[in-house]
């Protein structure tokens, strides 16, 4: 591990603007502007769910379950474990049902379980993938974004909300991470 102390060189591949992330016309995330509510929530969800990859991409697995700054057990392949695990819980949330088991087993196992192997890494993206759609087909069902939905009745709005907040916070700390594995800083 390397020691606090030695800072990577800050750098971006943008050329228009040198602290953005990608230049404006490459940005996977810009597009015409949505319509309406529903559509409006679910392109910042798709939006953030894009800046996590992107600030994932071009990582050896070493790099990406690089830990932060003890005793956090933060790194960007927890991350992308995390949020997979988060996605699983908020189908929870819809259902009447039981609830899913937790993909990581124990408490925290989405970090504590996020080891520098290749094969850890391509479980952890497809198991966000698998589970991303398995939530996006859930609510489909659930158009209304006044409608209550699961055990507890929270609305979809709030649900919808609750995942933006949740990929957005932790977008703001893949940032932090990325920036301290290669320097590599912006949008």
Same mark, same amino acid.
């Given at each position: 591990?390397? /020691?606090?102390?030695?800072?990577? &060189?800050?750098?971006?591949?943008?050329?228009?603007? /040198?602290?953005?992330?990608?230049?404006?016309?490459?940005?996977?995330?810009?597009?015409?502007?949505?319509?309406?509510?529903?559509?409006?929530? +679910?392109?910042?969800?798709?939006?953030?769910?894009?800046?996590?990859?992107?600030?994932?991409?071009?990582?050896?697995? #070493?790099?990406?379950?690089?830990?932060?700054?003890?005793?956090?057990?933060?790194?960007?392949?927890?991350?992308?474990?995390?949020?997979? %695990?988060? #996605?699983?819980?908020?189908?929870?949330?819809?259902?009447?049902?039981?609830?899913?088991?937790?993909?990581?087993?124990?408490?925290?196992?989405?970090? &504590?379980?996020?080891?520098?192997? +290749?094969?850890?890494?391509?479980?952890?993206?497809?198991?966000?993938?698998?589970? +991303?759609?398995?939530?996006?087909?859930?609510?489909?069902? *659930? /158009?209304?974004?006044? #409608?209550?939905?699961?055990?507890?009745?929270?609305?979809?709005? %709030?649900?919808?909300? *609750?995942?933006?907040?949740?990929? &957005?916070? *932790?977008?703001? *700390? &893949?940032?932090?991470?990325?920036?301290?594995?290669?320097?590599?800083?912006? +949008?």
């Amino acid at each position: 591990m390397r /020691p606090m102390s030695d800072e990577p &060189a800050r750098w971006t591949q943008a050329t228009v603007y /040198p602290d953005m992330w990608a230049d404006p016309d490459d940005d996977p995330r810009e597009g015409p502007v949505p319509d309406g509510e529903l559509a409006t929530l +679910q392109d910042y969800l798709t939006n953030y769910r894009l800046t996590l990859r992107m600030k994932c991409e071009g990582l050896e697995a #070493e790099q990406l379950a690089r830990r932060s700054v003890p005793p956090s057990t933060m790194s960007l392949l927890g991350l992308v474990r995390h949020l997979a %695990e988060v #996605e699983r819980d908020w189908r929870n949330w819809i259902t009447d049902g039981d609830p899913l088991p937790k993909l990581y087993g124990v408490r925290d196992g989405d970090f &504590a379980g996020a080891v520098a192997e +290749q094969a850890v890494v391509d479980a952890a993206y497809a198991d966000l993938e698998r589970e +991303q759609a398995a939530t996006d087909a859930a609510l489909a069902e *659930h /158009p209304d974004l006044g #409608e209550r939905v699961g055990k507890d009745g929270i609305s979809v709005r %709030e649900l919808l909300v *609750h995942r933006i907040e949740e990929y &957005a916070r *932790h977008c703001g *700390h &893949a940032d932090l991470l990325r920036e301290c594995v290669d320097g590599r800083v912006g +949008q």
